[in-house]
């Protein structure tokens, strides 16, 4: 069966970066893309970005533009999301999502999410 | 941007039926998809591309899309249908948008 699983929850102070891994199993990890989304406390889910396990292909929400890196390790079968110069309203719980080959795929498995927490 | 404009709540008693709609502009010229989300869990696909279902959702969830409103239908509700419910479309000037949510409350 598809699984998604994410590292754990992350503390991180302001201006610091955060990098949240998502390993994924029960399918050719190649074939599909990953997405990112995270929702904030009592808000709503807002896409953070794409990339492509085949080539490695991203797309950003440009909100996040130059904060945000994806990438992924085919031989581990894992995505990663770094966040830098974190903010006290990048507090959320972050979902990688298992995308199409393209990024405008519907998100069809999710991982467990993992809490990152800004703060002096 | 693209924004998706979706009721805060919605009340339906047992057995019966819940709509909710998500309003865009020229909404239904694009693919709509749906998630449903309990407390303290990640959202679960119910609806995609306008009303297919995947593997495992019930035949009470189904979608329609058409001008400017997509609406996920619930029939038959039951108490384990209480939760956020989003809806979502790629649009290409603002790649993947949600709509604002709707919480579902089972009277």
């Known amino acids: 069966q598809v699984q998604l699983v994410q590292s754990g929850a992350e503390v991180k102070k302001p201006g610091a970066s955060v990098k949240v891994s998502c390993k994924a199993s029960?399918?050719?990890?190649?074939?599909?893309?990953i997405s990112w989304v995270r929702q904030a406390p009592g808000q709503g889910l807002e896409w953070m970005g794409w990339?492509?396990?085949?080539?490695?292909?991203?797309n950003y929400a440009q909100k996040l533009q130059g904060r945000v890196t994806m990438t992924t390790d085919t031989s581990t079968n894992t995505a990663y999301m770094e966040l830098r110069s974190l903010r006290s309203d990048d507090t959320a719980v972050y979902y990688c999502a298992r995308g199409g080959v393209a990024a405008a795929a519907p998100l069809d498995y999710w991982g467990q999410g993992t809490l990152v927490t800004v703060s002096s | 941007s693209y924004v998706l404009t979706q009721p805060p709540s919605v009340s339906v008693a047992p057995g019966k039926t819940a709509r909710i709609t998500c309003g865009g502009n020229n909404i239904g010229s694009k693919s709509v998809h749906w998630y449903q989300q309990k407390p303290g869990q990640a959202p679960v696909l119910v609806i995609y591309?306008?009303?297919d279902r995947p593997s495992g959702i019930p035949e009470r969830f189904s979608g329609s899309n058409s001008g400017n409103t997509a609406t996920l239908t619930i029939s038959r509700v039951e108490a384990g249908d209480e939760a956020d419910y989003y809806c979502q479309v790629w649009d290409s000037s603002s790649d993947h948008v949600f709509g604002t949510g709707t919480k579902v409350t089972v009277l």
């Open positions: 591309y306008d009303s």
């Open positions: 029960g399918y050719t990890f190649t074939s599909y893309g």
């Open positions: 990339i492509s396990a085949y080539n490695g292909n991203t």
